[in-house]
Each structure stands twice: as structure tokens, then as C-alpha cells.
């Protein structure tokens, strides 16, 4: 039982990573989107958060994506008088997406999602061994 466990912990995990890595992808997919309308925000960056949350089923602590989080800091501005989302001054904002940052988050919830997996491929051969010993 401890092996299903094991596995039900790192697929809360592998759910959770997931999520990550869908906000990281629209953050990226709207690094360059503008307002519709003159003088308008444009795409605000999502952060995602997790929590921890006890499984009772399990009597063990799993992780699930939390709330997202729209990221506060301020909107890069850049001259442009003649685009439709310019305001009176000629400036448009920009999302307050850094491709770098982003790409960076991307790599980490890749890399938590690959040792949670590492653990589901662990925990499996750790059974079918035990299976083969049983069989003797």
C-alpha cells in the first residue's frame, strides 16, 4: 500500500507541474500582446501558486495548484505613436511579461515534473521486483 502511496503523491505532483507549465505557456504566448483599445492594459503575467493539501484516502499530504495570482509590478511602455493601442502621448503598454523569467520558471516546473516522474518509474520497478521475488 505504501508503494501506491508513493505514486499517488508524485501524480499530485505531475498534476500540479502541469499547471504550472499551462500558466508559464499563455505567459509566453501573451508576451507581446497589446490593448485593443487605445490607452489600455494589455495582458497581465499569471502567477501560479500551489498548496498543500492533506488526502485523507491516502493519510498523506499532496500538493495541488493553488490560486493564480495576477502579477502586480508595472507594465513596460514603449513609443509608438502610430499603433491603435497608443494613448494621447504615443506610448503603448506592454505586458508585464519577461520571457526570461518565464523560460526559467518553465525549466524548474520541468524539472520537478521529471523527479516526480522519477519517482512513479522508481516505485513501479521497485514492485515488479518485489513481484519476481514473490514468484520464486
Known amino acids: 500500500m505504501d508503494f501506491l502511496k508513493s505514486m499517488m503523491i508524485a501524480a499530485s505532483g505531475l ?3 502541469t499547471g ?3 500558466i508559464v505557456s ?3 504566448a ?15 503575467r499569471q502567477i501560479p501558486s500551489f498548496k498543500s493539501k492533506f488526502n485523507r484516502e491516502l493519510e ?6 493553488g490560486r493564480i495570482l495576477p502579477d502586480k ?8 505613436p502610430g499603433h491603435p493601442a497608443a494613448d494621447a502621448n504615443g506610448y503603448v503598454k506592454l ?5 526570461l523569467v518565464e523560460v526559467t520558471d518553465l525549466k524548474e516546473a520541468q524539472r520537478s515534473y521529471q523527479a516526480n516522474l522519477n519517482v512513479i518509474t522508481a516505485t513501479r ?3 515488479t521486483k518485489t513481484l519476481d521475488i514473490l514468484k520464486v
Request: proline share 7%; net charge positive; charged share 30%.
Open 15 to 17: 498534476r500540479a507541474q
Open 20 to 22: 504550472r507549465m499551462r
Open 26 to 28: 499563455e505567459n509566453i
Open 30 to 44: 501573451n508576451a507581446d500582446s497589446t490593448s485593443l483599445k487605445p490607452g489600455g492594459d494589455p495582458y497581465r
Open 60 to 65: 498523506a499530504k499532496t500538493v495541488e495548484l
Open 73 to 80: 509590478s508595472d507594465f513596460r511602455t514603449r513609443y509608438e
Open 95 to 99: 505586458p508585464n511579461v519577461n520571457s
Open 125 to 127: 520497478s521497485m514492485i
